[in-house]
């Protein structure tokens, strides 16, 4: 009986986890077949999944229509990497501080950051501009570089600091006892325990940072060669018509360093997402 429950609750979990995929692919499966479509094929009613004319060539016409479209993505990648090595110089130390030091105010500080965090970017669009433009980093690569940080930080120590709290504090003690510095601890002690947690957080910034530029973009930049791909895919929209299966095919190919990111980092995250998870 107990083996029947057991082999119904595993067929459960995998038809919640196909079904869970299924959700999540989807949309980018349809975003492939567009890309392989000719153009006048999208409009056909009724809808069509699977035609002989299909071909790469939205591969290599995007780089015609939109010229800057290399620069783009480098924009894309070069902004997110930015933003994720910034945030995390801010958030390790932050992080050690909540997980190691008592303070005044902490738990309530730690909560109105998450608070803060919580607000869409189109609230706070106004008074960022209004800070940007009075320090002249309008029209620059820190004008999508600063409000991406400020934006990540508070997830960014909630992360990290809930890793650091499972790392043994006798060990650090140990380094104290030894005439270490609490600097020096967390340099040579703590932070090399904890890179499978460093790796989760600056993964996860990283997505968010390649995920948020569009509101930014948009709203601080006005040079066309700083623009990331969000907003340079506006170029496929010309005014009589939209290259629909060329912005499929580019929006495609700006996915993938997160997904080579992802691919190459796959056993550090796993790690890092189960540490702890058993008690020894």
Do not use: C
Request: glycine share 6%; aromatic share 16%; no cysteine.
């Amino acid at each position: 009986m107990m083996d029947k429950y057991t082999k119904l609750q595993m067929v459960g979990i995998y038809a919640a986890i196909t079904v869970f995929l299924i959700f999540i692919l989807l949309p980018f499966f349809e975003m492939f077949m567009a890309s392989l479509r000719p153009l006048e094929h999208l409009f056909r009613s009724p809808y069509q999944f699977w035609s002989d004319d299909f071909s790469f060539q939205a591969y290599s016409d995007m780089w015609e229509t939109v010229p800057l479209l290399g620069r783009y993505i480098f924009n894309s990648v070069f902004i997110a990497t930015a933003v994720t090595l910034i945030t995390m110089v801010f958030v390790v130390p932050a992080a050690y501080a909540y997980a190691r030091l008592d303070f005044p105010f902490k738990n309530g500080s730690l909560a109105i950051f998450l608070g803060v965090n919580m607000f869409t970017g189109a609230v706070l669009l106004i008074p960022l501009y209004r800070v940007l433009r009075s320090m002249g980093l309008l029209n620059t690569y820190w004008a999508m570089i600063v409000p991406g940080v400020a934006f990540l930080i508070p997830t960014g120590i909630w992360l990290l600091r809930s890793y650091l709290e499972k790392i043994p504090r006798e060990l650090e003690e140990a380094a104290f006892v030894d005439g270490a510095s609490r600097m020096y601890t967390l340099r040579r002690v703590v932070l090399p325990l904890a890179t499978p947690g460093l790796i989760v957080v600056g993964t996860a910034v990283f997505i968010g940072a390649y995920a948020q530029q569009f509101l930014f973009a948009i709203t601080f930049n006005q040079q066309r060669e700083l623009q990331p791909l969000p907003a340079g895919l506006f170029e496929f929209i010309g005014y009589q018509d939209v290259t629909w299966n060329q912005m499929m095919a580019a929006a495609l190919t700006g996915i993938l360093p997160v997904m080579l990111i992802f691919l190459f980092l796959q056993k550090y995250l796993v790690a890092g997402l189960t540490a702890g998870a058993v008690k020894e």
